[in-house]
């Protein structure tokens, strides 16, 4: 029997408060005398963000006490001045929200006067609790971007091509030594300016495609890697904001690198992007502007007046690598001063298309530098080295050699049978010679560091050729990068294994995210619809991912074919309508934006994209045969037991029509919420008709998938759902207890069996050490989740750092510590928690910043005792859900409705503290 109590750490006087107040801990009722502040003040997600380009951007901010009573916000107010002077004064030259009566305390659009371009505006925020309005918050700001195209002066502009350089014709055409490419150095381009008033600030806009490097008076303007982040070069161009104020000089000079990217794809290989519409020659618009004390402003621009040379990066390109000949470096280019006589006038360009937009996803960075588990000499000047963790980036390298030495590094995941590199499996897909692969040409006996440019590579080891002397740990570091979110959640429990998947997890995330949601770091590097849409739960958990999935969701739309067809890889060259680009791929469109709207109540994504994810849908519709669908790719990567494709393709149409219907019921669309209800309901009916066997109990051929996505998605009767888990079971135990699915049914059958009471089968599946699993992978030497489970045993087939099993970690959050979002409560206003306390467990925790605050579920199991520790943010509200049992008086004290359900006990949690023991 279970027993409920209060610790003994808590005061009797709080005990006492907890029966008075039921479900909080803490009595103190009076608002005026508890200390209240608003604080991680956020505009568009950020906090001081620099070149918003929405015209409405959407305030947030959280409630922080530390007094333990119950606080739930009930209005608030928002001034926004264009001085902080103003502000201090409560004058709101631009909104006075006044006080509005509402529970939000996130995504509030701002309603005031038009905001104007390049500049920077100022807020804060008060709220009410019950009858009592707490002092203002402290002033954050916002700057705005461009939001006209005629906010631009500066000119697209490029260097001319390798024979039309000044002193450089006699290398037309560079052939690269052993690749068979024929291709132009990266160019620099410079242009020298003098600032003479004393600066107020100054704000550099730049957008440079494929990639850039901007300098400025010599320095790099920012640590940022690979910038902009990849698009529909014809449809959308991202640029950045730089604070540079700190950086301008009387005399300056800047410098840009520019790179080719996914815009200048100059090699082959299946998917096609050396012949997107798109490509073209590698080009930039860069703006400053500058603003003097005295009021006035100066814009220095790109136009006809810069000059260009090229670059000591000979090739570069972002699946084969790059190449960087040090005997062409000019030192000094980006300075002041420089002498650029022998330099090239540029070429005015036109725009690649796209329309030009501040880029709101957070840039790439490295986030670790690591240095060699091992080194292994395999011969002259030949090394293999050892990174012991698989990951996605490039390596910095100090060489000590003579002029024109050439140092090839080759980067992979495994070895072949004589201890050197394998890239077998990555260079499948290619039409070339080489993949993964950076040379470095020196110059003179020095000591020079070389670090990759403009590409980025996945792998463990290298293999490096013509490095002469004895390479050591000191001369070599790998450099990890990712876009760069901010940390949202962390778990961990007791158990060791759960800890090593929830690592590869991460790992394989961080790996597989770089502006926009890959499949792999090493072989392909595309943006595949179906593993983004799998994993967004995981994301969302983690980490701050928002920006990077919405800005996904526009590159989808930017996509989109004006029949509603989409292609399975996302940004694509054209490729990908007609094959792979099924339900369960594509419709990572309606799928990740109803999963932002959940995670983080964003209704503008849906609003944004309603008519997209309509027209997706819509699309879907016209290939069914009476509400059956029948195409796509069903669960790939299955291991024994095939799932039937119109099974699977079905569920996910039902889930379309699902999300359509209620987004457009948030959106106030009655007509469209009643007609996708409805087809939700037929394709319902025909679902169950077409592939239920009520005798058996089994869907289709009752594999672990056709019963768990059945289960998952709400499709079965509620009198058939015994049954119907039942037989899952059954599939579950004719796989020796292991996982019998492809990427489909591996989420969708652990998140079956925790719901409906058989979260231990699912850790089991989860832990096993034996074949297939992911504690087959953990106990196999993995750092990152594969593609296939069997790993380097599928040489040249498969990735070693796939994510598209990654769902795991959500099921860790979901379940081991239990917590679950609410549909109807968006952003985790209220949300429930259930830890399903397996008994391979001691302990578990877990923290989620919510969009209200953080959130904690930490539980440990002392003989017959559990200790349960949990944190519920001000503003919100918990259900917690345990096994029903004897009570002591406490459970008067934590709930205000006492409802025993399927054999459990609930409380309803108002915001606060609490610290329990059950018995």
Not at 315 to 335: C, F, P
Not at 414 to 442: A, K, P, Y
Not at 480 to 499: K, L, Y
């Amino acid at each position: 029997m279970n027993q409920l109590f209060i610790t003994e750490t808590n005061s009797i006087k709080l005990f006492f408060c907890f029966l008075i107040s039921i479900a909080f801990v803490g009595c103190n009722d009076d608002i005026e005398n508890t200390n209240i502040s608003l604080q991680r003040l956020t505009c568009d997600y950020q906090t001081s963000p620099l070149g918003i380009d929405n015209s409405s951007p959407r305030f947030g901010w959280k409630i922080v006490s530390d007094s333990l009573t119950d606080i739930d916000q009930t209005a608030y107010q928002i001034l926004v001045a264009t001085s902080v002077e103003l502000l201090n004064k409560n004058i709101a030259d631009v909104w006075d929200s006044e006080l509005i009566s509402s529970e939000q305390s996130f995504q509030i659009p701002f309603e005031g006067k038009s905001l104007q371009s390049s500049q920077r505006y100022y807020w804060k925020v008060r709220v009410k609790i019950k009858d009592v309005i707490s002092a203002y918050s402290a002033i954050d700001y916002f700057e705005t971007a461009l939001f006209h195209e005629t906010d631009w002066q500066a000119k697209w502009i490029a260097a001319p091509s390798v024979w039309d350089f000044k002193s450089f014709a006699t290398q037309r055409n560079v052939n690269q030594e052993n690749t068979g490419h024929w291709d132009e150095n990266a160019p620099m381009l410079r242009h020298d300016f003098t600032s003479n008033k004393e600066i107020d600030k100054a704000r550099m806009y730049i957008c440079g495609v494929g990639y850039y490097e901007a300098y400025l008076n010599g320095k790099r303007i920012s640590d940022d890697h690979l910038n902009p982040a990849f698009t529909k070069y014809d449809k959308r161009l991202l640029y950045q904001t730089y604070d540079v104020t700190s950086m301008v000089k009387k005399e300056n000079a800047i410098g840009i690198m520019l790179g080719n990217g996914w815009y200048n794809m100059n090699s082959k290989a299946v998917w096609g992007f050396d012949k997107a519409p798109w490509r073209g020659k590698p080009r930039v618009i860069m703006q400053l502007e500058i603003t003097y004390k005295d009021g006035s402003k100066e814009i220095v621009e790109t136009n006809d007046k810069w000059k260009a040379a090229p670059a000591p990066v000979t090739y570069n390109n972002i699946r084969v690598g790059m190449t960087y000949d040090a005997r062409l470096e000019q030192e000094g280019w980006a300075n002041f001063g420089f002498n650029d006589q022998k330099w090239s006038d540029v070429f005015t360009m036109p725009s690649p298309g796209g329309e030009l937009r501040a880029q709101s996803i957070e840039p790439i960075k490295v986030f670790e530098k690591i240095k060699p588990k091992s080194i292994q000499k395999l011969g002259t000047n030949n090394y293999l080295v050892d990174f012991g963790q698989n990951m996605a980036g490039w390596i910095t390298l100090k060489v000590n050699g003579t002029h024109s030495d050439t140092i090839k590094v080759r980067y992979g995941e495994i070895l072949d049978f004589n201890g050197h590199l394998d890239q077998t499996g990555i260079i499948r897909h290619m039409r070339e010679d080489e993949v993964q692969t950076d040379r470095f040409i020196l110059a003179d006996n020095k000591n020079q560091v070389f670090e990759t440019k403009f590409t980025f590579h996945g792998f463990q080891y290298v293999e490096i050729t013509g490095y002469k002397g004895d390479l050591t740990k000191e001369d070599i570091s790998a450099l990890a990068a990712t876009s760069n979110f901010d940390v949202r959640g962390t778990f961990e429990c007791s158990d060791p294994v759960i800890n090593k998947i929830q690592e590869m997890t991460l790992w394989s995330y961080k790996s597989n995210f770089f502006g926009y949601p890959m499949d792999c770091p090493q072989r392909e590097k595309n943006g595949w619809t179906g593993d983004a849409q799998l994993v967004t739960e995981t994301g969302l958990f983690n980490f701050h991912a928002g920006r990077g999935y919405a800005k996904y969701l526009n590159d989808m739309a930017d996509e989109q074919k004006s029949d509603g067809n989409l292609s399975a890889i996302v940004p694509t060259s054209q490729w990908g309508y007609f094959w792979g680009n099924g339900p369960a791929w594509i419709g990572a469109y309606p799928i990740i934006a109803w999963q932002l709207y959940q995670f983080d109540g964003n209704t503008r994504v849906l609003k944004e994209h309603y008519d997209g994810m309509k027209k997706m849908t819509d699309f879907f519709t016209r290939k069914t045969q009476d509400h059956i669908l029948s195409i796509g790719l069903g669960d790939w990567a299955y291991i024994n037991t095939k799932t039937p494709v119109p099974l699977t393709s079905t569920a996910y149409y039902y889930h379309f029509a699902d999300i359509i219907s209620k987004s457009a019921a948030l959106l106030g669309k009655e007509s469209d919420k009643q007609k996708y209800r409805k087809l939700a309901d037929s394709i319902k009916v025909a679902f169950n008709t077409q592939f239920y066997n009520q005798k058996t109990g089994y869907y289709a051929n009752g594999s672990q998938t056709a019963q768990s996505i059945a289960l998952y998605f709400d499709l079965v009767p509620t009198k058939e759902k015994e049954k119907v888990v039942k037989q899952m079971l059954h599939a579950v135990t004719q796989a020796d207890n292991h996982l019998d699915a492809g990427i489909l049914g591996a989420k969708y059958l652990l998140h079956a069996l925790a719901t409906n009471g058989h979260a231990d089968v699912a850790y089991s599946i989860i832990t096993t050490k034996s074949y297939p699993g992911w504690g087959y992978l953990a106990a196999n030497g993995a750092t990152t989740l594969w593609e296939h489970w069997k790993g380097a045993e599928a040489k040249g087939l498969s990735s070693l750092n796939h994510i598209m099993f990654g769902d795991v970690s959500n099921w860790f959050y979901q379940y081991i510590a239990g917590i679950r979002p609410d549909a109807n409560a968006p952003g985790f206003k209220h949300f429930f928690i259930e830890p399903k306390l397996t008994t391979s467990l001691e302990w578990a925790a877990a923290n989620f910043e919510s969009a209200y605050g953080n959130i904690k579920v930490a539980w440990k199991k002392q003989g017959d005792l559990l200790e349960l520790n949990i944190e519920i943010p001000h503003n919100s509200s918990a259900t917690l859900i345990l096994p029903k049992g004897k009570l002591t008086g406490a459970d008067i004290a934590l709930t205000s409705k006492k409802e025993h359900i399927s054999g459990k006990m609930t409380f309803e949690l108002k915001s606060g503290t609490y610290n329990l023991n059950i018995k």
